[in-house]
T-cell receptor
Framework: SQQGEEDPQALSIQEGENATMNCSYKTSINNLQWYRQNSGRGLVHLILIRSNEREKHSGRLRVTLDTSKKSSSLLITASRAADTASYFCATDGTGTYKYIFGTGTRLKVLA | GAVVSQHPSWVICKSGTSVKIECRSLDFQATTMFWYRQFPKQSLMLMATSNEGSKATYEQGVEKDKFLINHASLTLSTLTVTSAHPEDSSFYIC????????????FGQGTRLTVV
């Protein structure tokens, strides 16, 4: 089963623009993680945000978490063609250590 | 950092045969490993939770007799797809959590299985 839903499902932007992806989930969580996956490849870990955190930054990435709304967002600033990939959020429910993935957002950055 | 190695990275097998995929934590002990499956252009679906020294816990709808999971040591879990059929063709990926800490999950590079 899918824990989270992401929107948009697909996003196409020009290089240099910002990209925002949203993730909503259903149950209380310990942590939320964002991953990137290039076509047909493995997962690359981007950021982990804990349930008691509201915002984290890593380079051009900014993640927010709103536990009251059960939602998170991933912002990629000054996007590059190399950012073209699928982005997934994954959450582990309280009391469990297994991560359930959202539906994913396919991002295409046009040069 | 924590490294999870998955082998093989790709495999092609004939329909009706069995295929074993290995997932190893190289520099840490993983009491728990997880197996996911991903069909083209879809998300990762959790198949089962593999616990060292005990039976795996399967998600609803996953056939435990078809997808055999063995977690014989703190660094190795295996997934065997038995009597594979073309519909089992998929991307299989494992992850592991650090012993006693259910925070960041570390993923293997995945195995692309093609059943012909």
């Amino acid at each position: 089963s899918q824990q989270g839903e992401e929107d948009p499902q697909a996003l196409s932007i020009q290089e240099g623009e910002n990209a925002t992806m949203n993730c909503s989930y259903k149950t209380s969580i310990n942590n939320l993680q964002w991953y990137r996956q290039n076509s047909g490849r493995g997962l690359v870990h981007l950021i982990l945000i804990r349930s008691n955190e509201r915002e984290k930054h890593s380079g051009r990435l900014r993640v927010t978490l709103d536990t009251s709304k059960k939602s998170s967002s991933l912002l990629i600033t000054a996007s590059r063609a190399a950012d073209t990939a699928s982005y997934f959020c994954a959450t582990d429910g309280t009391g469990t250590y297994k991560y359930i993935f959202g539906t994913g957002t396919r991002l295409k950055v046009l040069a | 950092g924590a490294v999870v190695s998955q082998h093989p990275s790709w495999v092609i097998c004939k329909s009706g045969t069995s295929v074993k995929i290995e997932c190893r934590s190289l520099d840490f002990q993983a009491t728990t490993m997880f197996w996911y499956r991903q069909f083209p252009k879809q998300s990762l679906m959790l198949m089962a939770t593999s616990n060292e020294g005990s039976k795996a816990t399967y998600e609803q709808g996953v056939e435990k007799d078809k997808f055999l999971i063995n977690h014989a040591s703190l660094t190795l879990s295996t997934l065997t797809v038995t009597s594979a059929h073309p519909e089992d063709s998929s991307f299989y990926i494992c992850s592991a959590s650090l012993r006693g800490r259910g925070t960041e999950a570390f993923f293997g590079q995945g195995t692309r299985l093609t059943v012909v």
